[in-house]
C-alpha cells in the first residue's frame, strides 16, 4: 500500500482558497489534489480521531475545520473508518503530517482523501476561522485549488443553494437490506464494560440507515445482537416483517426536515417494538413525538460535551456532532426529557416509557470521543429483552 | 451539593523546601487553594517550612505556620488550631506522607479532624505498588512485572527469573530519588542497596524494565458525585526509562488515535474509580509497546502533581484551584470555567495549539555527577511553550531555556566540544545514551545524514517527533542556502517558530538585521487565547501565546483591555528555576503584580515557567506564556504598547535584558539600566565605591592565566576567583595555593579579554551580612540586615542566615546603614537594593551590590511582616516612601533563620561541601524568640535534625581543630557521646574531652562508614580539609546524604547547631503562627 506520496515534482504547492457566503477569505495548500467544492463549514473541537470524522456520513454536505492543529500524524487504519469512503466535502487543517508513524497506520489520510477525489487543505488559520464561524454562525463556503479570485468564488458561493433541502440522507443510506456482523476491534473494548459483555444473543436489531456509523453497529454486534441494517425510507411493515426484537434509528446528514417523509413510518413502528434514536435518529423520533426542530447557531460537533443525565443528576462527557436541535418544552404525553446539553441547556435526550424507545443527541458509541455512556446500548438490550 | 457548612477551619499542608523532585509547582497548587477556600468563607491554617513561597505570605492564609514539615510540629497545630479539616492532596508527596502518618498515629481522630480530599487507604492503595498491582488487575488493566522486597536475596532471585534491564524504585520517595535502572547484576545490588536506605519504610521495587515503550500521563479530576474529566493529556517525547520530570513532554498526545487514547482514557477513569481517590485531581501514567499499542499502567499519583501544574498551564484549566473545591463538598458542575465564564467545570478542555516542555538541568553544579537522565529526576526546572505546532512550540521552548540556545543549535556537550565535529559513527554511539542535550544531538544526526526511522530507532524516540525535528534542520539549510530572504521565506521561518537570532545565525547576520527585516515587511506574531474550548465559546481570560497566523483573533472582549487605568504597565518573570534564581523571585513577581493591580494599574505578567504562580492567569489582569528573550518581548510590547516595564523582581533574566530593552526605546520603570549597569559591571562599580570613599577587598582583573597568577601573588592568599559574568556563583572557587590557582586556571573557563577573570582578596574570619533595602530616590529604607552563619566565602545563598544580627555590634551596624543609604543614592535607586558587606572586627567592606529584589527578600518580609515587594513595586510605579508611611525598617523581638536545602541525593558522586559557588535548590526558615531554637527549628525543616541526645561523629579540618575542641568539651557536657578519627580524637584526649577513636576507611574495619550504616551515628560534624576529590571525607559526606544522616560542613554552622542542641535539651520546640508574631 502507498503510505505516503512524496510532494509534487517542481515543488510548487498546490494553492488553494477557502471563501464564506460572508466574503470571509482563507488560504491554504491542498495536500490531496486538485478540485472546487461546495458546502456547509462546521468545524469539530476532537483532538482525536480525524479518520472517524471524515468518514463519519453525518458530515456529508460538509466542509469540516479541525481545530486540532496538527493533522495525520497516526494515518489511518483499517478499523477506524466509519463508513466505507470518506464523506466531508472538503478537510480543513493547519498542518497535514505526510508521514504517518503508529503501529496501526496502513496509509496517510491525503492518500485516502485523494483517492475519493477529496479537497485536503493545509496551512488553513483553523483558528481564525473557528472564532469567525463561532460568531457568525455556520454558513455555506467554497474550497478551490483552480479558481484564485475570491470575488469570483464569492459570487459561486452565493448561487450554491445549500444543504437544507438536498436529500442528502438518501445519498449516504444503504441501497438494500443486509446484515452486519463485524465487531469492534479487540483494542476497543473498554475496562468499564461488563464481565458478560455477550448479552444481547438472540435479539434482532434492525437498524434505520440515515448514515450510519460503523460504530453504531459494531456496539450491537460486540453484546451478539443480529444486526440488519435497511435503507432509510424502509416502510415500518417491512421493517416490522423482520421480526426485529428492536429498532434503532441512526445518525445521519443534514436538516431532519428534510427527512419528514420517514416520519410515518417511524409513528407506525412506535409502540410495536423498542427504538432506540441516535442523532438524527434522536430528532425524528422527536419529530415523530411532536417535536419541532431548530438550528444551532453553530452546531455541537467535538469529544468534550458534558451532557446531564437527569435520572441520576451526574455528568457524562460525550461525543457530539449535529447542527439541528429538538425543541425542548415541547414534550407530550408520556415523552419526558432525560439529558440536557449543560453548556447551552439543549436537549439531549428524550424516552417515552409507554411507547419503549429512548434517544440520545449524542454519541454513546463514541469513534471518535469518549466512551463514557457506551452502557446505552446495553439499556436497549435489556429493553429488548423486556428488562427496562 | 454546594459547600460543606460543616467545616469552618481547614488545614493545609504545603510541601517544603525546593528540592529536585518537588519544586515550585507545589506553591502553584497550595497558593490556588489557599485563596480558593478564603473565598469561600473558610478560615484558612496552613504549615510549611519554605519562606520563599507565596502561599506563605501572610496575606494568602489566616494562620501562617512557618514551622518544620514533620508530623510532630503538624500534630503539634492541629493540636493547638483544632482544624475541622486536613487537605494533604496539594503540598506533594510531603503532604501526602505527613497527613498518612497523622491519620495512622490517630492524631487525627483525637483533635476531630477529617481528612479530606483523599483518604489515608487510598493513599497507601495508590502508592503501594502491590495495593496498586492488585486493584489494577481487579479492573482488568496490565502493570509492569514486579516484586515488592526489603532483601538483595529477592531481588537477585527475581533478576534470575526475568532478567535485566530491571527497574529499582525505592518506595515512597520524592521523584523516585534513589531509584534507576539496572543493566547488570553489579548495578542491581547497588541500587538497590541504596534504595532501602533511601525508601522510608525500607522497602524498594523491582520491576521488569519497559524501557523504550512510549510514555502518557492523564490529569484527571473527580467529584464526590462520581464526576469524572479529563483535563489533559501528556506525551513524553523521550521513552520510558526515563523520569517523566526528566522527559521532554508535549499536550496533548501527538501520536495517538482516537480509540487508542480513548481506551486508555476509559482505562484511567476506571483506576481513578477503582482506587477511590473521591474528589480531587490525580495523575495516570501509561506505556505502550510501539509494535503492538499494548498498554500498561505504571502509576497513579492521588494528589495534584507537576504533570497537574502542567495541565493547569497547558489547558487554563485550573486544576489545583478545583480540587480544594470539590474537597469542601461541590461537584464539577457546580463550578464554572473561570475562562469561558458561561460553561460549567464538568468538561474536558480542547487544546487548538501545541504545548511543549523541557525541563532545565544544571549538571555545572554538581561536577562529577552522573548526567546520564534515569528515571531518577536530576533536572532543576522547566519550561513550557506554546505554539500552534509541534514545530514552533519547541523552538520557542528552546529559547525559554535560557541556556543560550536560539534554536536547534550545535551545542556543546559534556566532552566540551561541539557535536558537529563527531562523525556520524560518533553519533550513533551517543544517541542511545539519553542525555540532557540530546536533541540537539539529534538534530545533528539528521543534518549529517543519518534518516528519521534510524534515529527513532536508536533513541527509542517515536518517529513522528524525529520527523518534526527533521523538517525543522531541513528547513534551515533551505534558509541558510536561499539567496534573499524574502517576505514568504521569512514569515515561513517565523510560522516554524524560529527565532530572529537563529534565522540571522544561518543568513550570517545580525538579530537587530532580521528584526528591522520583520519590521519592514510587517510580520508580527498575532497572540491567541488559550480558552480551555478551542474557540468554541468567548473567552473573558486573556492568557495569550504568541503565533505568525495571518488571521486576526476575532473576539468581542479585547486582548489589551478597554477599563480606564492608572496606567499599563508590564512584568518580566524569571524564567525558568535553576540554582540561583528560583522561586523567590516569582514570589516578588507576584506581589508586585497583585499590588498594583490594587492600586488600579493593568498588570500584564511574561514568564514561561510553568511551575509558577505568577504564570497563573488570576495573579495579572493579562498573562502572555512566552519566552523571556528580547525578540518575544519586545513583540508583546509592540502589541501592549505599555506605560512601563518593570525589570527588578524576576532575577538576573530580565535584567539581562535591560539595555537592549532602553536601545528599543522601551520605557523601563524603576532603577534606570544605566544604573543597573554600574552596580553589576565590576569596574564600574569600584568606581563608585570609590566616589563614596567605602572599602571592598583588594581584587584583581586578569585577561591571562600569568595575570591572574601575577594578582594573585599581589593580594596575597587566599583568594576568591570567578568569570565576571556569574549567576549563582557559576564557577567562583576559594583558592589557597598557587597551585590551586594553576588547577583552576587550566580546569576552569577559559580566560580572555572578553571573559576576564576576577580575583578578590578572601576577608578571613569575617562575618557576611546581606541587607535588603528600598530607595524612593530620595529616602532609603532598611527593610532588613542578615547575620550569615558561615564565613564569608560560603555563597550567601547556600549559607545559613539570621535576622536580626546576632553578634554585630550596633557602631558596625549604623556604619552598613550609612553606606547603604549612600550607595542607594549614588545609584539612584528606586525600587529594591541588596548588598553583601563584610565586617571584620570594625572594618567594614563592601562585598557586592544588586540593583533588584534578591533572593532573601521572601524572607525579610515574612522575618519582618513587611511585604517588602509589594512596596517596591509601588515605589517603582511613582509612590514616595512617605506616602507608604514606610520609613524606617521593622526590627522584629524575636529571630528568624534561613537555612539552605540541597538536592545532593540526586547526584551519586558530587561532593557535598559548601562553597563560593551556589549549590543549594531551596531554603527553609525557623522562627523562635530564642535564637538557639530558630536554629534548631530551621535545621530540622532542612533534613538535619538536632539530636537531643546520643552520638556525635566529630572529624575537622587541622585549622578548625582549636574551635572544635571547644565546641566538643560543650557537648560533652550536654550528655553526647562522642566519636572522632585519629586526629581528631587526640586533639580533643589531650584537651580532656572523653571521645571515642574510630578508624578512617582504609583502616580497616569497623571504620567510621560502618558507623553510619549501622545507625551509629546521630549527627556529623566534618568540615573538609581540601578539596581532594576521593577523600575520606567525600565518601562520609556521600554516605551520610544516603543514609539521610544530619551533616554540618562549617564550623560556624556547628556551632550554631550547639545553640540549637542546647536550647532544645532546655525547652522543647513550640509552634506560632507568623500572625501571632506580627502582632506581638
Redesign the interface.
Given at each position: 500500500m502507498v503510505l505516503f506520496r512524496k510532494r509534487r515534482k517542481g515543488g510548487a504547492a498546490l494553492q488553494t482558497l477557502l471563501v464564506l457566503e460572508d466574503g470571509f477569505t482563507l488560504k491554504g495548500e491542498s495536500f490531496s489534489g486538485k478540485g472546487e467544492v461546495f458546502g456547509e463549514v462546521v468545524f469539530n473541537t476532537s483532538m482525536t480521531g480525524y479518520q472517524e470524522m471524515v468518514t463519519d456520513p453525518s458530515y456529508r454536505g460538509q466542509i469540516l475545520n479541525l481545530t486540532c492543529p496538527m493533522i495525520g500524524n497516526y494515518g489511518v487504519n483499517e478499523y477506524d473508518s466509519e463508513s466505507a469512503l470518506p464523506q466531508v466535502e472538503g478537510l480543513l487543517v493547519k498542518e497535514y503530517c505526510r508521514q504517518p508513524r503508529s503501529w496501526r497506520a496502513r496509509e496517510s489520510l491525503g492518500v485516502l482523501l485523494d483517492r475519493h477525489g477529496i479537497l485536503g487543505v493545509e496551512g488553513i488559520d483553523t483558528r481564525s476561522l473557528t472564532l469567525h464561524l463561532r460568531r457568525a454562525g455556520t454558513m455555506n463556503g467554497a474550497l478551490s485549488t483552480i479558481e484564485r479570485d475570491p470575488a469570483v468564488l464569492l459570487r459561486r458561493v452565493s448561487d450554491f443553494p445549500g444543504i437544507t433541502d438536498p436529500d442528502l440522507v438518501g445519498e449516504v443510506t444503504s441501497q438494500v437490506a443486509h446484515p452486519w456482523t463485524e465487531r469492534s476491534p479487540e483494542i476497543v473494548i473498554p475496562v468499564s464494560r461488563r464481565e458478560t459483555a455477550v448479552i444481547g444473543e438472540d435479539l434482532h436489531v434492525v437498524v434505520y440507515d440515515f448514515g450510519v456509523k460503523y460504530s453504531i453497529l459494531r456496539s450491537l454486534a460486540n453484546l451478539g445482537c443480529r444486526v440488519t441494517v435497511v435503507p432509510c425510507r424502509t416502510s415500518a411493515a417491512e421493517a416490522l416483517a423482520l421480526k426485529p426484537d428492536g429498532i434503532l434509528l441512526s445518525n445521519g446528514p443534514g436538516d431532519p426536515v428534510a427527512c419528514s417523509d420517514v416520519l410515518p413510518a417511524i409513528r407506525d413502528i412506535l409502540g410495536r417494538v423498542p427504538v432506540f434514536g441516535i442523532c438524527l435518529g434522536h430528532q425524528l423520533l422527536g419529530m415523530a413525538l411532536g417535536f419541532s426542530t431548530f438550528k444551532l447557531v453553530f452546531g455541537h460537533r467535538g469529544g468534550n460535551h458534558p451532557v446531564r443525565e437527569l435520572s441520576t443528576g451526574k455528568v457524562l462527557i460525550t461525543s457530539q456532532n449535529h447542527g439541528y436541535c429538538l425543541q425542548l418544552g415541547e414534550e407530550s404525553g408520556d415523552t419526558v426529557p432525560t439529558h440536557i446539553n449543560m453548556n447551552d441547556g439543549t436537549l439531549e435526550g428524550l424516552e417515552n416509557r409507554g411507547l419503549r424507545c429512548f434517544s440520545v443527541q449524542y454519541h454513546p458509541e463514541a469513534a471518535p470521543g469518549p466512551q463514557d455512556s457506551t452502557n446505552l446500548y446495553e439499556i436497549f438490550v435489556d429493553m429488548m429483552q423486556n428488562k427496562a | 451539593m454546594p459547600r460543606r457548612s460543616d467545616l469552618q477551619k481547614i488545614m493545609l499542608i504545603g510541601s517544603g523546601p525546593i528540592v529536585i523532585g518537588q519544586a515550585c509547582e507545589f506553591d502553584y497548587s497550595g497558593t490556588q487553594a489557599c485563596r480558593a477556600l478564603k473565598e469561600e468563607g473558610y478560615e484558612v491554617v496552613l504549615i510549611n517550612s519554605n519562606p520563599a513561597t507565596i502561599m506563605t505570605d501572610p496575606a494568602m492564609a489566616d494562620r501562617t505556620y512557618i514551622e518544620p514539615l514533620t508530623v510532630e510540629t503538624a500534630a503539634r497545630i492541629i493540636e493547638k488550631e483544632r482544624p475541622d479539616a486536613l487537605l494533604p492532596t496539594l503540598g506533594g508527596q510531603t503532604a501526602l506522607n505527613i497527613a498518612v502518618e497523622l491519620a495512622d498515629s490517630g492524631q487525627l481522630e483525637r483533635y476531630g479532624t477529617e481528612l479530606i480530599g483523599a483518604s489515608a487507604d487510598v493513599i497507601k492503595k495508590a502508592e503501594n505498588r502491590e495495593l496498586f498491582k492488585e486493584a489494577m488487575s481487579r479492573?482488568?488493566?496490565a502493570t509492569a512485572k514486579s516484586v515488592h522486597l526489603r532483601s538483595m536475596e529477592e531481588a537477585l532471585a527475581f533478576a534470575d527469573r526475568h532478567g535485566y534491564p530491571l527497574v529499582i524504585r525505592p518506595s515512597f520517595t520524592l521523584g523516585g530519588a534513589g531509584g534507576g535502572i539496572a543493566y547488570n547484576e553489579e548495578q542491581l545490588v547497588e541500587m538497590v542497596e541504596a534504595g532501602l536506605g533511601s525508601s522510608p519504610i525500607k522497602q524498594v521495587l523491582v520491576e521488569e524494565a519497559l524501557t523504550g515503550w512510549k510514555e502518557f500521563e492523564l490529569e484527571l479530576m473527580r467529584d464526590h458525585?462520581?464526576?469524572v474529566?479529563?483535563i489533559c493529556?501528556i506525551e513524553n517525547i523521550d521513552p520510558m526509562g526515563i523520569h517523566t520530570g526528566e522527559s521532554l513532554t508535549v499536550a496533548?498526545?501527538?501520536?495517538?488515535?482516537?480509540?487508542?487514547?480513548?481506551?486508555m482514557?476509559?482505562?484511567s477513569?476506571?483506576a481513578m474509580r477503582e482506587i477511590g481517590v473521591e474528589t480531587g485531581g490525580c495523575n495516570i501514567q501509561f506505556a505502550v509497546e510501539?509494535?503492538?499499542?499494548r498498554l500498561v499502567v505504571v502509576e497513579m499519583n492521588p494528589r495534584v502533581s507537576r504533570s497537574s501544574a502542567l495541565a493547569s498551564k497547558a489547558t487554563g484549566f485550573p486544576i489545583a484551584k478545583i480540587a480544594a473545591r470539590l474537597a469542601v463538598g461541590y461537584t464539577?458542575?457546580e463550578l464554572t470555567n473561570d475562562i469561558t465564564r458561561?460553561?460549567?467545570a464538568?468538561?474536558?478542555?480542547?487544546?487548538?495549539?501545541?504545548v511543549v516542555k523541557i525541563p532545565r538541568w544544571d549538571f555545572a553544579k554538581f561536577p562529577g555527577a552522573d548526567q546520564t537522565l534515569t528515571t531518577r529526576m536530576k533536572s532543576v526546572g522547566e519550561v513550557m511553550s506554546i505554539g500552534?505546532?509541534?514545530k514552533e512550540a519547541l523552538q520557542k521552548a528552546l529559547r525559554s531555556l535560557e541556556q543560550g540556545y536560539d534554536g536547534l543549535m550545535n551545542v556543546k556537550d559534556r566532552e566540551e566540544t561541539d557535536s558537529s565535529l563527531f562523525s556520524l559513527e560518533q553519533l550513533k554511539e551517543i544517541l542511545p545514551l539519553p542525555r540532557a542535550a540530546r536533541i540537539f544531538t539529534i538534530a545533528e544526526a539528521l543534518r549529517k545524514g543519518l534518516s528519521?526511522d534510524e534515529v527513532s530507532c536508536l533513541t527509542g524516540i517515536?518517529?513522528?517527533f524525529i520527523?518534526q525535528i527533521f523538517h525543522l534542520v531541513e528547513f534551515e539549510d533551505k534558509l541558510r542556502r536561499a539567496g534573499e530572504l524574502d517576505e514568504e521565506l521569512l514569515w515561513q521561518a517565523k510560522s516554524r517558530g524560529f527565532s530572529d537570532s537563529r534565522i540571522a545565525f544561518l543568513r550570517g547576520t545580525e538579530e537587530k538585521v532580521i528584526r528591522e527585516l520583520r519590521h519592514k515587511y510587517s510580520i508580527y506574531p498575532v497572540f491567541?487565547r488559550v480558552d480551555t474550548?478551542?474557540?468554541?465559546?468567548?473567552a473573558y481570560t486573556p492568557y495569550l501565546y504568541s503565533t505568525y497566523?495571518?488571521?486576526?483573533?476575532?473576539?468581542?472582549v479585547p486582548l489589551n483591555g478597554t477599563e480606564e487605568n492608572r496606567g499599563k504597565v508590564i512584568i518580566l518573570g524569571g524564567g525558568p528555576n535553576r540554582i540561583g534564581q528560583g522561586l523567590e523571585f516569582d514570589y516578588c513577581c507576584v506581589q508586585a503584580a497583585l499590588t498594583l493591580r490594587e492600586e488600579g494599574y493593568r498588570v500584564i505578567m511574561v514568564n514561561c515557567n510553568p511551575e509558577t504562580v505568577s504564570t497563573d492567569y488570576d495573579i495579572s489582569d493579562c498573562l502572555y506564556f512566552e519566552p523571556l528573550t528580547l525578540e518575544d518581548v519586545l513583540n508583546i510590547c509592540h502589541e501592549e504598547n505599555p506605560d512601563g516595564l518593570i525589570l527588578q523582581f524576576g532575577g538576573q533574566t530580565p535584567l539581562k535584558l535591560a539595555l537592549p530593552l532602553l536601545e528599543e526605546g522601551i520605557p523601563i520603570w524603576g532603577t534606570s539600566p544605566q544604573d543597573i549597569d554600574r552596580a553589576e559591571n565590576r569596574r564600574e562599580f569600584a568606581l563608585v565605591v570609590d566616589k563614596l570613599d567605602l572599602w571592598e577587598p583588594a581584587y584583581g582583573i586578569a585577561t591571562r592565566p600569568q595575570e591572574a597568577r601575577k594578582i594573585a601573588e599581589k593580594l596575597g592568599f587566599p583568594i576568591l576567583v570567578r568569570p565576571s559574568y556569574v549567576l549563582g556563583g557559576l564557577a567562583m572557587r576559594l583558592v589557597y595555593t598557587l597551585e590551586e590557582l594553576d588547577i583552576y586556571l587550566q580546569s576552569g573557563p577559559p580566560i580572555s579579554s572578553a571573559n576576564p577573570l576576577l580575583i578578590d582578596k578572601y576577608l578571613e574570619g569575617a562575618v557576611e551580612l546581606d541587607v535588603d533595602a528600598l530607595s524612593d530616590g530620595e529616602k532609603v529604607v532598611i527593610g532588613g540586615v542578615m547575620e550569615h552563619v558561615e564565613q564569608a566565602g560560603v555563597h550567601s545563598g547556600d549559607s545559613c542566615c539570621v535576622l536580626p544580627p546576632y553578634s554585630i555590634g550596633t557602631q558596625q551596624l549604623k556604619e552598613i546603614h550609612r553606606q547603604t543609604e549612600q550607595l542607594a543614592r549614588e545609584l539612584n535607586i528606586r525600587g529594591l537594593l541588596n548588598i553583601q558587606f563584610a565586617v571584620r572586627g570594625r572594618e567594614v567592606y563592601i562585598l557586592e551590590a544588586n540593583p533588584r529584589a534578591s533572593r532573601t527578600v521572601p524572607f525579610t518580609g515574612k522575618a519582618t511582616g513587611v511585604p517588602l515587594a509589594g512596596l517596591a513595586a509601588r515605589v517603582i510605579a511613582g509612590a514616595s516612601l512617605s506616602d507608604l508611611g514606610f520609613t524606617f525598617g521593622m526590627i522584629p523581638n524575636y529571630y528568624s533563620v534561613k537555612e539552605a536545602v540541597f538536592s545532593f541525593s540526586r547526584f551519586d558522586n558530587a561532593d557535598i561541601v559548601l562553597g563560593p559557588e551556589m549549590r543549594s535548590t531551596g531554603e527553609v526558615m525557623g522562627i523562635d524568640s530564642n535564637l538557639g531554637l530558630a536554629m534548631a527549628k530551621a535545621l530540622l525543616a532542612a533534613g538535619t535534625p538536632l539530636p537531643v541526645k546520643g552520638t556525635i561523629f566529630i572529624t575537622v579540618a587541622d585549622r578548625d581543630k582549636p574551635q572544635a575542641v571547644e565546641m566538643a568539651r560543650s557537648l560533652w557536657r550536654l550528655g553526647y557521646n562522642l566519636l572522632a578519627t585519629r586526629g581528631t580524637a587526640a586533639a580533643l584526649r589531650d584537651a580532656a574531652v572523653a571521645v571515642e577513636e574510630v578508624k578512617r576507611i582504609g583502616e580497616g574495619s569497623p571504620h567510621m562508614l560502618d558507623y553510619i550504616n549501622e545507625g551509629k551515628v546521630d549527627l556529623i560534624i566534618n568540615t573538609p580539609a581540601g578539596s581532594g576529590a576521593f577523600s575520606d571525607g567525600k565518601c562520609m559526606r556521600q554516605q551520610a546524604v544516603q543514609r539521610g544522616v544530619s551533616l554540618i560542613t562549617t564550623m560556624q554552622g556547628a556551632m550554631a547547631a550547639l545553640d540549637g542542641m542546647r536550647a532544645l535539651q532546655q525547652s522543647g520546640m513550640d509552634v506560632q503562627c507568623l500572625q501571632e508574631y506580627y502582632s506581638c
Open positions: - | 479492573i482488568g488493566l458525585n462520581d464526576n474529566v479529563v493529556s496533548p498526545a501527538q501520536t495517538l488515535s482516537d480509540l487508542e487514547y480513548q481506551v482514557r476509559s482505562a477513569i476506571a510501539p509494535e503492538s499499542g464539577l458542575d458561561e460553561t460549567p464538568s468538561f474536558e478542555p480542547a487544546i487548538d495549539y501545541c500552534r505546532t509541534f528519521a517515536d518517529g513522528w520527523d491567541r474550548c478551542a474557540g468554541e465559546f468567548e497566523e495571518r488571521g486576526a483573533e476575532e473576539t468581542a
